[in-house]
């Protein structure tokens, strides 16, 4: 579905015409002076980050701007209906990701840090954060220059993912009276016969702090659900201490399909708590963090519905409590700034490094008709990014789960990921991913992946394969074809997908094969860092005698990103 487009946001970006072939770009700044260290694509330092020059931080001027300036505005009446629809992000959003104040030392690492971190709030199409000279060489000021996006959407939408269309009525607005605050309100059904309806509210500073609350309500063809969760998360590299709390309630079901036929649904009721809290040491570019977290979930069990019910074991009402500790080492080596690698016309941050993660606890488990036990928990996980030259980059991800009890793994998962982005091609990305996962469960419901459209296979239905083990490859030529068209920028894409598929105890066999092209579709004033994707797919297998037609979808989002 091509959620999050709103038709108001097509009607302006489709009709703006040739006064917006070019959103007007932030007004120019003197330019700043030289970095005193090596630096970096976005200006962070190659060296150690303690070893940078730091000035003193003097002025923080702010300037801020509607989606369109004044000058496209006046020539195009959709524009001014754009910006009079928004309101323009107040200066004290901004000021509250600043952590450094006036007086205090400041590195252009610290500036590039704050503009990666406006950047990923979604509210802006564009943002500038620079350090400039002053009379003083001790003393720099710190220029902020930010131009919004469109945040509100509302209107009808109709997408098709597959063999599956489906369509909807939603309104939004992600920028409520310049405070950054989001409220949503949404319905969405497919011609599955499965819904969703809900209304939700983001306070991005609950009280004027640094801590977020999100609130949902609404209901699904299975059921009603609610959930409330605070975080107070890392917001800067050398933040220290972050925690969280949630809970919720669902009345919800699991599904399971056989070549696209739902063949059984599990219905259950969950009720969760939830809390975290972590702390983190070292420096900007090497830290280690640590934290406690403890969840709590009581779910109970309704009749399964379906053929297949009899060969699905169904727990009895269970309940559980996990408390364990969390150890995540990092050591961050770069950022990179890239336009046309997953996003087209915006700005996409991306961090080279490593990351390994350690997590170790119990799982208390109380089942109706069974002893309560403790089990021992443990999960784990590597994420390697680098970069060889300035125009390929790799990323390999690593990972699995495990819960015991006596000496026998009664739950466990492992998976792998690998990323190749190639960007030495004019006007192109070759972008290569490749995803393995294995999972299997004894006391809960039983695990079912499914392969097809969507699920990492395009040209197949969305629910054709399924299984307990899946790898996908998926291999594409992203092309800038360099056209505009009112306030969209135009891509295309070339792609071809394998993917395997089977139960535990068998093996993966041939591959599914499919080729495909598509247009991609972007825009910094209204989709920001989103894009549209049109695709045409073409099935390259039959299945069990079973052969298979093209199929189009239109979706928000590429179908695999670096992250």
Request: no cysteine; glycine share 14%; net charge negative.
């Given at each position: 579905m091509l959620a999050g487009v709103g038709l108001a946001s097509l009607l302006v970006g489709a009709s703006l015409g040739p006064a917006l072939a070019f959103s007007a770009p932030l007004a120019p700044s003197p330019a700043a002076p030289a970095a005193a260290v090596a630096q970096t694509s976005d200006g962070t330092a190659d060296e150690e980050f303690e070893a940078e020059l730091s000035w003193t931080l003097g002025r923080i001027d702010i300037g801020r701007s509607n989606i369109y300036s004044q000058e496209v505005a006046d020539e195009s009446f959709l524009a001014r209906l754009a910006n009079w629809t928004h309101w323009t992000t107040r200066e004290s959003v901004i000021r509250r990701e600043i952590w450094f104040d006036e007086g205090e030392p400041v590195t252009e690492r610290l500036a590039a840090e704050l503009e990666r971190n406006l950047r990923a709030?979604?509210?802006?199409?564009?943002?500038?954060?620079?350090?400039?000279?002053?009379?003083?060489?001790?003393?720099?000021?710190?220029?902020?220059?930010?131009?919004?996006?469109?945040?509100?959407?509302?209107?009808?939408?109709?997408?098709?993912?597959?063999?599956?269309?489906?369509?909807?009525?939603?309104?939004?607005?992600?920028?409520?009276?310049?405070?950054?605050?989001?409220?949503?309100?949404?319905?969405?059904?497919?011609?599955?016969?499965?819904?969703?309806?809900?209304?939700?509210?983001?306070?991005?500073?609950?009280?004027?702090?640094?801590?977020?609350?999100?609130?949902?309500?609404?209901?699904?063809?299975?059921?009603?659900?609610?959930?409330?969760?605070?975080?107070?998360?890392?917001?800067?590299?050398?933040?220290?201490?972050?925690?969280?709390?949630?809970?919720?309630?669902?009345?919800?079901?699991?599904?399971?399909?056989?070549?696209?036929?739902r063949v059984a649904l599990i219905p259950f009721e969950d009720e969760r708590l939830a809390a975290n809290t972590v702390w983190r040491s070292g420096t900007p570019s090497k830290f280690v963090t640590g934290g406690i977290t403890t969840s709590y979930l009581d779910r109970r069990y309704g009749a399964g519905i379906g053929p297949a019910v009899p060969t699905i074991r169904i727990p009895g009402d269970t309940r559980t409590l996990f408390v364990g500790g969390t150890f995540r080492w990092t050591s961050i080596s770069d950022f990179r700034k890239a336009r046309g690698f997953d996003t087209i016309d915006f700005v996409q941050d991306i961090q080279l490094g490593t990351t390994a993660r350690v997590e170790l606890g119990g799982t208390y488990r109380d089942e109706i008709g069974f002893d309560e036990v403790v089990q021992p928990t443990g999960s784990g996980a590597v994420d390697l990014s680098f970069g060889l030259g300035e125009h390929r980059l790799f990323r390999a991800a690593a990972g699995g789960a495990v819960r015991l009890e006596g000496e026998e793994a009664v739950g466990w998962s492992i998976n792998g990921d690998l990323r190749a982005y190639d960007t030495s091609y004019w006007r192109q990305t070759i972008a290569l991913a490749t995803r393995y996962i294995e999972a299997e469960e004894t006391q809960d419901l039983p695990v079912q992946f499914l392969l097809g459209e969507g699920n990492g296979l395009r040209g197949y239905p969305r629910r054709e394969f399924t299984g307990e083990r899946v790898l996908t490859i998926n291999l594409e030529d992203r092309i800038d074809l360099g056209v505009r068209v009112g306030s969209f920028e135009l891509g295309a894409a070339v792609f071809t997908d394998f993917g395997w598929i089977a139960d535990r105890d068998e093996s993966l066999g041939r591959p599914l094969r499919s080729v495909g092209i598509g247009l991609r579709i972007g825009s910094d004033s209204l989709l920001g860092a989103g894009i549209g994707r049109v695709d045409l797919s073409f099935p390259l297998d039959d299945f069990e005698g079973n052969t298979y037609d093209p199929l189009f979808s239109v979706s928000l989002g590429q179908a695999f990103t670096f992250r």
């Open positions: 709030t979604g509210l802006f199409g564009e943002v500038r954060v620079r350090l400039l000279e002053t009379d003083d060489l001790a003393v720099r000021d710190l220029e902020i220059r930010t131009r919004d996006r469109l945040t509100l959407s509302g209107g009808a939408s109709v997408g098709v993912v597959g063999d599956i269309a489906s369509g909807g009525v939603s309104l939004s607005e992600s920028n409520l009276f310049g405070t950054g605050d989001r409220i949503r309100f949404g319905f969405f059904e497919n011609d599955q016969d499965e819904f969703r309806g809900s209304v939700s509210y983001r306070d991005r500073y609950f009280l004027g702090t640094w801590t977020t609350m999100n609130a949902e309500i609404g209901r699904t063809d299975d059921g009603d659900f609610a959930s409330l969760r605070f975080d107070r998360p890392f917001r800067y590299l050398e933040d220290r201490f972050g925690w969280g709390v949630s809970g919720g309630f669902a009345e919800a079901g699991r599904d399971y399909f056989f070549l696209s036929d």
